[in-house]
């Protein structure tokens, strides 16, 4: 399989959240070691300016998987798409922010590929041919280092842990996604009221 890597970015409100453009750049740390390229996926509609933010994030090509039916996210009809681009592109590693979509979606895309997830990563790699991840265990008492040993490697990335780069403009394609029967829509989000700063 080709050392390609997908990050999936997570779109909201037509913007493209810091978490993912710290994905991307996980991702290029890791193309630079393999010989892959890294490929942006943005699923959704009106998809414009998110594709403009990914093309100058580092990541080598962006993809826009447009739906209409997917303006909202919905678990099972974004994983389908993210799963058939990941076939598509040929990837050797799947890597998605570890926020609340990513925790939702990636567990899904796994299970789609027929491979395992190693959540809440801090640090990944690839040497002798294979993806190595670092993730805290025991309340961040402990690290512990992870081997994969299926491949497409599949992974959420803690935010705040990889520094956002820029690039060149990469080149942005479009495809019509195919959403499937949805059984889950996200219809709104409230965010909670607080004057307080995330410690997170």
Do not use: W
């Not at 409100?13 to 996980?26: N, T």
């Not at 598509?88 to 990513?102: D, E, Q, Y």
């Not at 992974?155 to 889950?184: C, H, I, W, Y």
Request: net charge positive.
């Amino acid at each position: 399989m080709s050392q390609n890597i997908l990050v999936v970015a997570e779109v909201r409100g037509g913007a493209v959240k810091r978490p993912s453009l710290e994905a991307v750049a996980a991702a290029t740390r890791l193309a630079a070691r393999n010989g892959g390229k890294v490929i942006a996926l943005a699923v959704g509609a009106d998809l414009d300016a998110a594709c403009a933010t990914l093309a100058t994030s580092g990541a080598h090509q962006v993809v826009a998987a447009e739906s209409a039916a997917l303006a909202k996210f919905s678990g099972d009809g974004n994983a389908r798409v993210v799963a058939e681009q990941a076939r598509a592109h040929g990837c050797g590693a799947v890597l998605m922010a570890h926020t609340a979509m990513g925790k939702d979606l990636l567990p899904r895309v796994a299970a789609l590929l027929d491979t395992g997830l190693v959540s809440d990563v801090v640090d990944v790699d690839f040497a002798n041919g294979a993806y190595t991840a670092r993730k805290p265990v025991f309340a961040g008492k402990a690290f512990v280092q992870v081997r994969a040993a299926r491949s497409p490697f599949v992974a959420t990335l803690r935010p705040n842990n990889f520094e956002p780069v820029t690039g060149a403009a990469a080149p942005v394609s479009k495809v019509a996604a195919q959403a499937g029967d949805l059984m889950s829509v996200v219809k709104e989000i409230i965010a909670a009221a607080s004057d307080k700063v995330p410690l997170q």
